[in-house]
Every structure is written in structure tokens, then in C-alpha cells.
């Protein structure tokens, strides 16, 4: 999957059903206004233990939530919408931002933007293809 209007052209994801919102890993995450509007800037890594390729992103604040995590603890999270490419198709999704550096996902997708029109096949992997191999040549051995 990937993240077009952030230059993300690949980034981990796993499709959860479970999970009401889509969330991505973000790092040094800092608020502040512009034209008196609650904004966020960001940092995205596609790839786990590795510094070099991350995104620095800014865009509006759409939400505030409290998300309640699979262990159970509930805690409130930034939500932005962003543009998500899957399987050849796009569609604007509501997305939490979070901590997932221990994860072994850079993204989760939630059922919210699964519902405009895709099908789960909980029997298979890598429906929408794995990364470019110059990709997982360039970072081999960080995910």
C-alpha cells in the first residue's frame, strides 16, 4: 500500500478487521495553528530501524479520539485523513496516529476504509503485492 499525497510509495500495512480506524505509526509528533486551525507535524517511517527515509508530514487535525488499544488501555490519539492506495484503488481514511515502532506494521488498516468497496480474504497474504524488490534491496535487513 502507500500514501500518495505524503511520497510514500510503499509502506507495510495489515488489514484489521477489529480495528475501527485505521492507524499509522508516526514519531515526533508536534501540534500547532495555522490560519487559526489545529494542525499536525509528523514524521513517517515505511521502514522499521531506519532513520534515512522518513517523512516529515504536516496537515490539518480532523479529530481527537480515545481508541482503546487490543491489551485494553485506552488512550486519546490525533486523527488526520489521509489518502490511502491499496490494491490499485484509492480511498480517504480517517487515520490515528500512534507508536508502533514494536509493531511489525507500519500501518494497520481498520474496517472504516475497508467498507468503500474492498473484500477480506483472511485465508491469504500480500493481496497487493509485496514491496519493489530495488526497495527491499535498498533496505534489507531494517524490516
Same mark, same amino acid.
Given at each position: 500500500? =502507500?500514501?500518495? #499525497?505524503?511520497? !510514500? ?10 480495528? /475501527?480506524? &485505521? @492507524?499509522? *505509526? ?23 530501524? =531506519?532513520?534515512? #527515509?522518513?517523512? !516529515? ?10 481508541? /482503546?488499544? &487490543? @491489551?485494553? *488501555? ?23 496516529? =500512534?507508536?508502533? #515502532? ?13 467498507? /468503500? ?27
Amino acid at each position: 500500500m =502507500s500514501l500518495p #499525497d505524503l511520497g !510514500v510509495d510503499w509502506l507495510k500495512a495489515k488489514i484489521d478487521t477489529g480495528a /475501527r480506524t &485505521s @492507524s499509522l *505509526h508516526a514519531f515526533d509528533i508536534v501540534e500547532f495553528e495555522q490560519d487559526d486551525e489545529p494542525w499536525v507535524r509528523f514524521k513517517v517511517k515505511p521502514w522499521q530501524d =531506519s532513520q534515512e #527515509d522518513a517523512v !516529515v508530514v504536516e496537515c490539518p487535525i480532523h479529530d481527537r479520539r480515545a481508541v /482503546r488499544s &487490543s @491489551s485494553g *488501555h485506552a488512550q486519546e490519539r490525533l486523527v488526520v485523513e489521509l489518502l490511502i492506495r491499496l490494491v490499485d484503488r484509492e480511498v480517504l481514511a480517517e487515520v490515528t496516529l =500512534s507508536n508502533r #515502532d514494536e509493531m511489525g506494521f507500519r500501518m494497520l488498516i481498520g474496517r472504516e476504509a475497508l467498507r /468503500r468497496g474492498y473484500i477480506v480474504d483472511p485465508a491469504r497474504s500480500f493481496l497487493g503485492g509485496r514491496a519493489p524488490r530495488e526497495a527491499r534491496r535498498r533496505n534489507r535487513g531494517r524490516d
